[in-house]
């Protein structure tokens, strides 16, 4: 069982950045692939970017390639997105994810969810 906590959201206008945060309790954190993922009002829940156990392998979806980072601090049980060069259809509520296993895309594979953080971006 692990515990996940966002933070970091905000209303912030369109070019601006965000680091968003998710912090980690439970069994080593070390042991699980993250993920962040968003949803939109009226849409489905989105991959946005994964991250190996230890950090040495990243992935994004296509559409934040370039501006967003995942990064994870495994000393500190947190897991990271820094985003840069914010649009409006950045806006979405943002979720991290936790797998015991090695890192997927798809949302229906990860065990733990935390309650996310909404970020908004103004035009």
């Known amino acids: 069982q692990v515990q996940l906590v966002e933070s970091g959201g905000g209303l912030v206008q369109a070019g601006g950045s965000l680091r968003l945060s998710c912090a980690a309790s439970?069994?080593?954190?070390?042991?699980?692939?993250m993920g962040w993922f968003r949803q939109a009002p009226g849409k489905e829940r989105e991959f946005v970017a994964t991250?190996?156990?230890?950090?040495?392998?990243?992935s994004y979806a296509d559409s934040v390639k370039g501006r967003f980072t995942i990064s994870r601090d495994n000393a500190k049980n947190t897991v990271y997105l820094q985003m840069n060069s914010l649009k409006s259809e950045d806006t979405a509520k943002y979720y991290c994810?936790?797998?015991?296993?090695?890192?997927?895309?798809?949302?229906?594979?990860?065990?733990?969810w935390g309650q996310g953080t909404q970020v908004t971006v103004s035009s």
């Open positions: 994810a936790a797998r015991s296993s090695i890192v997927d895309i798809a949302s229906t594979k990860y065990d733990w």
């Open positions: 439970g069994r080593t954190f070390s042991m699980y692939a």
């Open positions: 991250i190996t156990r230890s950090g040495a392998r990243t």
